[in-house]
């Protein structure tokens, strides 16, 4: 079964503009966390940011936060103010079980 | 701490070859992860190490293919004999589980492989 879905294979986005890259997840463990990743053309994977299923607040990372919907098992990633650098492959993970689920990605492009 | 380490970075060699990939994981972490992404299948986990074991080799293709964690600053992953469809970049990361699901991932930065 498939554990993470990102259903946006690519977006665009104006310079200094926010942005959301979508991700949903599946599993019924109690115990798992959920991750962002940059990949950007020189290939590196970058990571960027970590959300527990028992932290209570949304995590945030400087320009990235990460909008956790429990519930709707939902951990959308948004980056505020986007720079031209920000363009790059996004991969949402889930983690659980000590294995690790990766999306298929979303490949975001800024437009000056 | 210097991160995940691999090597080589680039490696181009011809059908049949031996191909042998190195990586060295961060210190301290109980978990070390292969990896092959390509733009066809994506990023694919091909085997698992929880404290030098292997704990999940379900995703190495077929018998060319192997890998050992003598120790636990210390794996590899052979490739014999090699195949193009074996073209891809293959990570190394590693994880430190401080409970289950708390684990951040580290990747190092990839072994891109070529094979003509």
């Known amino acids: 079964a498939q554990k993470i879905t990102q259903t946006q294979p690519g977006m665009f986005v104006q310079e200094k503009e926010a942005v959301t890259l979508d991700c949903t997840y599946d599993t019924s463990d109690q115990s798992y966390g959920l991750f962002w990743y940059k990949q950007p053309s020189s290939g590196e994977m970058i990571f960027l940011i970590y959300q527990g299923s028992y932290d209570e607040q949304n995590a945030t990372e400087g320009r990235y936060s990460l909008n956790f919907q429990k519930a709707r098992k939902s951990a959308n990633l948004v980056i505020s103010a986007s720079q031209l650098g920000d363009s790059a492959m996004y991969f949402c993970?889930?983690?659980?079980?000590?294995?690790?689920?990766f999306g298929t990605g979303t490949s975001l492009t800024v437009i000056p | 701490d210097a991160g995940v380490i691999q090597s080589p970075r680039h490696e181009v060699t011809e059908m049949g070859q031996e191909v042998t990939l190195r990586c060295k994981p961060i210190?301290?972490?109980?978990?070390l992860f292969w990896y092959r992404q390509t733009m066809m299948r994506g990023l694919e986990l091909l085997i698992y190490f929880n404290n030098n074991v292997p704990i999940d080799d379900s995703g190495m293709p077929e018998d060319r293919f192997s890998a050992k964690m003598p120790n636990a600053s210390f794996s590899t992953l052979k490739i014999q004999p090699s195949e193009p469809r074996d073209s891809a970049v293959y990570f190394c990361?590693?994880?430190?589980?401080?409970?289950?699901?708390?684990?951040?991932?580290?990747f190092g930065e990839g072994s891109r492989l070529t094979v003509l």
């Open positions: 210190s301290g972490h109980d978990y």
């Open positions: 990361a590693s994880s430190f589980q401080r409970r289950p699901g708390a684990g951040e991932l580290f």
């Open positions: 993970a889930l983690n659980t079980g000590n294995q690790f689920y």
